[in-house]
DNA sequence: GTACAGATTGAG
DNA sequence: TCAATCTGTACT
């Protein structure tokens, strides 16, 4: 059953911690060619006060504008000229808040920037509606994430942001082989 | 117009 | 440890 807009326009840090163990679901060309995984790390960024995030201090930009946009559009962008990062917008229209998908439970998907290639997700994906779109929806699952297998830990490459680069807003599910990095 | 850092990755 | 690689942003 597909996720809907209630369930994303919620707290950030909620909607972070329930999207693990959710199943993204992608449908590729003109064959819908199938790729679904299971989500298991996630990190939450929330604009304006994040300094991590790109909307801090209400900064918008033509990049970053889709992050304002209603709890369940797709924010996409370019990192270090050459990898995307797959967000999901969080909260009302307005609040640039939102969640990083970082690792899926499939072994092409090792990190934020391979899972967005192998997921064949660009720019023209930015402000999809996770809710409505035919290519691309999350979907909930019958087993529950129990809270005791989630971990909490602090953001990855944000060292810039000072004390914000320390909130434990990266969650994952413990012991998951998908998660781990280096 | 120019300069430069960055929500990463894989090779060495 | 470090380079690849390029957009957005802040400068001049």
């Known amino acids: 059953m597909r996720l809907k807009k209630s369930f994303f326009i919620r707290p950030t840090l909620l909607v972070a911690k329930e999207l693990l163990g959710k199943l993204l679901v992608r449908k590729i060309g003109p064959f819908d060619k199938l790729r679904v995984g299971k989500t298991v790390g996630t990190e939450a960024y929330i604009g304006p006060k994040d300094r991590a995030s790109h909307a801090f201090n209400w900064k918008m930009t033509p990049r970053n504008k889709t992050e304002y946009l209603e709890g369940g559009h797709i924010y996409i962008y370019l990192v270090y000229g050459m990898y995307w990062q797959f967000n999901i917008t969080t909260a009302k229209r307005g609040q640039p808040e939102c969640v990083l998908i970082r690792a899926l439970e499939a072994p092409e998907a090792t990190g934020p920037g391979k899972l967005c290639r192998w997921l064949k997700l660009d720019k023209s994906f930015d402000g999809e509606d996770l809710t409505k779109s035919k290519k691309i929806w999350l979907e909930d699952r019958e087993v529950k994430i129990k809270k005791s297998q989630i971990v909490a830990t602090k953001r990855v490459g944000i060292d810039y942001a000072k004390e914000w680069a320390k909130k434990p807003w990266r ?10 990095r280096k």
């Open 171 to 180: 969650f994952y599910i413990k012991d998951n082989l998908y998660v781990s």
